[in-house]
């Protein structure tokens, strides 16, 4: 079956780091673009990295951008995202999707928590 399975989240302190990773199985990871999500209680989804399947291509929301980096290994079947100088605003529910086309896979999601 097709599957994404996020891990590296947990609880950290204002101004330090956590890096997430994804591992997805049963599709042809490189040929997926890779993307990280995060959604905050009661407020919506939103996409905050994306990779192409080369990996030679990257975008960031605003938000993030120079704290977070993603990258991707295709011998692991794994997308990572390195979370730095993280902030309170940053606590959510991560997840991980792979997308071909029409077609979109989505991870469970991972707890960020950033205790100040």
């Known amino acids: 079956q097709v599957q994404l399975v996020e891990s590296g989240g947990g609880l950290v302190q204002d101004g330090g780091s956590l890096r997430l990773s994804c591992t997805g199985s049963?599709?042809?990871?490189?040929?997926?673009?890779m993307s990280w999500y995060r959604q905050a209680p009661g407020k919506e989804r939103e996409l905050i990295s994306s990779?192409?399947?080369?990996?030679?291509?990257?975008t960031y929301a605003d938000v993030v951008k120079c704290r977070f980096t993603i990258s991707r290994d295709h011998a692991k079947n794994t997308v990572y995202l390195q979370m730095n100088n993280l902030k309170t605003e940053d606590t959510a529910v991560y997840f991980c999707?792979?997308?071909?086309?029409?077609?979109?896979?989505w991870g469970p999601g991972t707890q960020v928590t950033i205790s100040s």
């Open positions: 049963g599709f042809t990871f490189s040929t997926y673009v």
């Open positions: 990779i192409t399947t080369s990996g030679t291509y990257t």
């Open positions: 999707t792979g997308g071909f086309g029409v077609r979109v896979y």
